[in-house]
């Protein structure tokens, strides 16, 4: 059973100086590096992983994820998913980077037009995938965690992906 989320302190984003960036450049630069991902999948299993943001170009960044999904019958098979995020000057737009949509637009991640909005920021997009219907909320909660859910329904497909993101720490 999860536990009851506790409130979280508001913080302010980082941030130098008075002139600050928009909030999708400071999120996108934030991405950037290796994390852990811990997945529920209901009611299908669990998925535990890592996850690393590469980034190409000044608005560009590769996603690559691999990891064990666990049925919940038990069974275990390797997993792994590719991804473009592409920053704009008021959002991120999230692609498919493998498959049969490779290139192609998938959601986007839109922020507040205040630079001084606090933790947590969250965001809200749906794709529509032939008759199913994938309803995205990523929440920024802070610079070194992160949660993505997906609502998938439809005739095909029926699930929520819950997937907690946290930095994995380098020591100097």
Request: charged share 30%.
């Amino acid at each position: 059973m999860k536990k009851p989320a506790t409130p979280k302190a508001k913080t302010k984003l980082p941030h130098a100086g008075t002139d600050r960036p928009p909030l999708a450049d400071r999120v996108f630069a934030l991405l950037v590096g290796n994390w852990v991902i811990e997945r529920e999948i209901r009611p299908k299993g669990r998925f535990s992983g890592s996850a690393s943001f590469v980034r190409e170009n000044a608005t560009t960044l590769h996603y690559a994820e691999e990891g064990v999904l666990t049925l919940n019958d038990g069974r275990s098979m390797q997993g792994e998913r590719l991804h473009t995020y592409l920053l704009h000057p008021d959002r991120i737009e999230v692609r498919f980077a493998d498959g049969p949509n490779d290139g192609e637009h998938f959601v986007d991640i839109l922020f507040p037009s205040d630079p001084d909005a606090d933790w947590p920021l969250c965001s809200g997009d749906t794709h529509f995938c032939l008759k199913d219907t994938y309803k995205a909320m990523f929440c920024f909660e802070t610079e070194d965690e992160f949660e993505v859910t997906y609502t998938v329904c439809g005739p095909a497909k029926d699930y929520v992906s819950h997937s907690v993101y946290r930095r994995v720490k380098t020591t100097a």
